[in-house]
């Protein structure tokens, strides 16, 4: 059943998280050489400084409320969502964030899309902001069920479009795969799936397949330790919101195709301003999600969804 949601984070969590921030030992950091060894210091000081005198989450909280946000129940889970309604003369729109964002990569584009049409619909994935807690780790082959099964709640038998990015792009690419006839077409900005059996062999893909290797040795130790222990880092992380915000704030300085100065450090100033990146942070810190939001790592390697069975493939265009 869908029920309408309006955030109201409790008043006592909020100054709960403060303290913490407040709290936090700058002296136990030193700077291991900035953005060249992990998060630049400097920016995230910059950040928490924000964070502690300028941030208002409840100005940030009655904004998101303008949003028409939603909850439903599938398969037991509890999924949070944003469904903002067109005038149905284009196909609903099923828009899929990643790991570390979060329904907010989206809002811009709401009201566009639902201007050229479109039903626009974007949920927090399970164990995200304000969606449930899953009850085991899941991963990107399951978490697509319930995202088909939340489309066809919402619209029946109508096919859907789906835009995905990050954890989005595996998720949106499984629910082509095993829903081929109720998705009218697939938009990934990440390339995550392939069959097991594919092997490059055009240049071009040999090229790609050579970058992805070298990116690998340098920018996937976050993911191996999410895969594999997500319980360890999750214990580490609970209790810190500086920790939370550094782990995050390293990967939009690093991922987001920013500027560079001659020493290779990324302006995220130029990009990002400090509110849209605290309240992301802040959709990992006010339900506790950010432990489960970890969780989808370690769900593909226990439900073996990195790649397609043998022989298979998307045939959504």
């Known amino acids: ?10 008043d006592d969590r909020l100054p709960a998280i403060r303290a913490k921030v407040a709290a936090f030992d700058w002296t136990m950091v030193p700077d291991a050489g900035g953005w060249q060894s992990g998060v630049g210091l400097a920016d995230l000081k910059r950040l928490v400084d924000y964070w502690l005198t300028r941030y208002d989450w409840r ?10 946000q939603f909850t439903a129940k599938v398969r037991g889970q509890r999924l949070h969502f944003i ?6 003369s284009r196909a609903p729109l099923l828009l899929l964030h990643g790991w570390p964002g979060s329904f907010l990569e989206f809002e811009a584009l709401i009201a ?17 902001a304000f969606s449930g807690r899953p009850n085991a780790p899941i991963g990107p082959r399951q978490t697509a069920e319930l995202m088909h099964d939340l489309m066809v709640e919402l619209f029946g038998t109508t096919r859907y479009l789906v835009q995905g990015g990050d954890w989005g792009a595996a998720i949106g690419g499984w629910i082509a795969h095993q829903h081929p006839e109720a998705v009218a077409g697939l938009h990934l ?10 092997v490059p062999k055009k240049p ?16 996937t130790g976050y993911s191996l330790e999410q895969g594999t222990r997500p319980q360890t880092l999750g214990v580490a992380m609970s209790d810190s919101p500086v920790g939370i915000a550094a782990w ?20 995220l100033w130029q990009t990002f301003d400090e509110d849209l990146l605290l309240t992301n942070i802040m959709l990992y810190l006010v339900e506790g999600s950010f432990v ?26």
Request: glycine share 8%; aromatic share 6%.
């Open 59 to 68: 100005a940030q909280e009655r904004r998101l409320n303008m949003l028409p």
């Open 1 to 10: 059943m869908v029920e309408p949601f309006l955030i109201a984070v409790p």
């Open 189 to 198: 900005n990440m390339v995550l799936l392939q069959a097991e059996d594919a």
């Open 112 to 128: 566009p899309l639902v201007a050229d049409g479109h039903d626009v619909v974007i949920p927090s994935l399970p164990g995200y």
């Open 292 to 317: 489960t939001s970890t969780w989808m790592y370690r769900g593909r390697v226990l439900e073996g969804s990195g790649k397609f069975p043998a022989g298979t493939r998307i045939r959504v265009p």
């Open 204 to 219: 071009e893909e040999l090229a790609w397949a050579e970058q992805r290797a070298e990116t690998a040795k340098t920018e």
């Open 83 to 88: 469904h903002a309604r067109g005038d149905g």
């Open 248 to 267: 995050i704030l390293e990967k939009f300085g690093v991922w987001a195709d920013l500027p560079r100065d001659a020493e290779g450090r990324p302006d």
